[in-house]
Each structure stands twice: as structure tokens, then as C-alpha cells.
């Protein structure tokens, strides 16, 4: 059963930074593309960074050279550094991963098939 835990959420000042943490479980972490999305009060959720399984990364243009999203395949985790955040970056914030086909092996990630943590909020004060 595929499992997303996502942790390091919390509130900050602008200017200050936060790291994310999303352990994963229940499939075979090289083989699966992930990300993060966010949502804020009353805005659709979007996508902030995502890995593909060979490890390139993409970003928002709205967090571009302040966010970096990394993997540590030794402890299953996918990660999001945030620095320089805005009051703009508050949101719930989750992690997600491509849908699992057998033996525990990801396919391409779709909306329909990902899986999806369960949030975790952050709020930026100006």
C-alpha cells in the first residue's frame, strides 16, 4: 500500500526558509516520478517542483532559485528545500507520486492515477 507522509511544515517570516520531507513507502522509490503541489484558500492546487525517476528536476516560475527539490533514495524521501519565502508561498503543500503498476514499480505519473499525501501547512507572515 502506498503510503506519503509528508512532514516539516510549519510558520515562518518572510525571508526565512523551511524544509519539507515526504516518506514514502509501498513501491519501489527509484522508479517513480514525484513532486509537490500547493494549494492556497480559495486557489486551485498547483504544481511547485517535480522529479522525474531519473532525477531532473522542474520548478514554478514562482519559486525558481528559492525552492530545491531532491530525493534521498537511502531513506525513501523526497524533499523540498524553501528559502527567501514570501507570504505568497503560504499554502498546504503536498507531496505526490506517479501511480503504481505491479511489483511495485511506478508508471508515468498521471492526475487520475497519482497518489497524494495528506498535506502539510505552511504560512509565511510578512
Known amino acids: 500500500q502506498v503510503q506519503l507522509v509528508e512532514s516539516g511544515g510549519g510558520s515562518v517570516q518572510a525571508g526565512g526558509s523551511l524544509k519539507l520531507s515526504c516518506a514514502a513507502s509501498?513501491?519501489?522509490?527509484?522508479?517513480?516520478?514525484m513532486g509537490w503541489y500547493r494549494q492556497a484558500p480559495g486557489k486551485e492546487r498547483e504544481l511547485v517542483a517535480s522529479?522525474?525517476?531519473?532525477?531532473?528536476?522542474t520548478y514554478a516560475d514562482s519559486v525558481k532559485g528559492r525552492f530545491t527539490a531532491s530525493q534521498d533514495h537511502g531513506r525513501n524521501t523526497l524533499n523540498l528545500q524553501m528559502n527567501n519565502l514570501k507570504p505568497e508561498d503560504t499554502a498546504v503543500y503536498y507531496c505526490?507520486?506517479?501511480?503504481?503498476?505491479?511489483?511495485?514499480?511506478?508508471?508515468?505519473?498521471?492526475?487520475?492515477?497519482?497518489?497524494w499525501g495528506q498535506g502539510t501547512q505552511v504560512t509565511v507572515s510578512s
Open positions: 505526490t507520486a506517479a501511480g503504481v503498476l505491479d511489483l511495485g514499480v511506478c508508471g508515468p505519473w498521471r492526475a487520475d492515477t497519482a497518489k
Open positions: 509501498g513501491f519501489i522509490f527509484s522508479t517513480c516520478a
Open positions: 522529479i522525474s525517476s531519473d532525477g531532473a528536476t
